[in-house]
């Protein structure tokens, strides 16, 4: 989605409690080594969006400006994304809870447009 340097490419994998999707999930914050980072998706400060969602990087992570990328426009969202997915339907509320999302995001190198970022990744 979109377009430049910005442009968003995510993988996902989604599975209820006890599947592969589980499994993934807490492998992915649990394996973290130098250049490849998991972290959950948050909305803001201390709100993590339900189903429990966990981010990683596709590309390895060189620089301070990359991280703030993932950590930031990105990471919002896709929280966002997965909580409005929650708001109309797309995923039921009555099952959020028993859901673990895993979500490749990808940011290229030379990504400079933070709105960007965040944009086409929630799309």
């Known amino acids: 989605v979109g377009d430049g340097n910005e442009v968003a490419h995510i993988d996902l994998i989604i599975g209820p ?12 914050l649990t394996s973290q080594r130098e250049g490849v980072n998991g972290l959950l998706a948050v909305i803001g400060p201390n709100l993590m969006c339900k189903p429990s969602t966990v981010m990683f990087n596709k590309v390895t ?6 991280a703030v990328q993932m950590f930031g426009p990105a990471q919002r969202a896709v929280a966002t994304a997965v909580a ?22 990808f940011i290229h190198w030379e990504a400079s447009n933070d709105a960007k970022i965040q944009n086409y990744n929630y799309l």
């Not at 409690?17 to 992915?28: D, K, L, N, P, Y």
């Not at 028993?98 to 995001?105: E, K, L, N, T």
Request: charged share 30%; net charge negative; aromatic share 4%.
């Open 17 to 28: 409690r006890g599947s592969a999707a589980e499994t993934a999930f807490c492998h992915t």
């Open 61 to 66: 992570i060189k620089s301070a400006k990359q």
């Open 84 to 105: 409005d997915c929650v708001k109309d339907g797309t995923i039921p509320a009555d099952e959020a809870d028993d859901i673990f999302i895993c979500v490749g995001v």
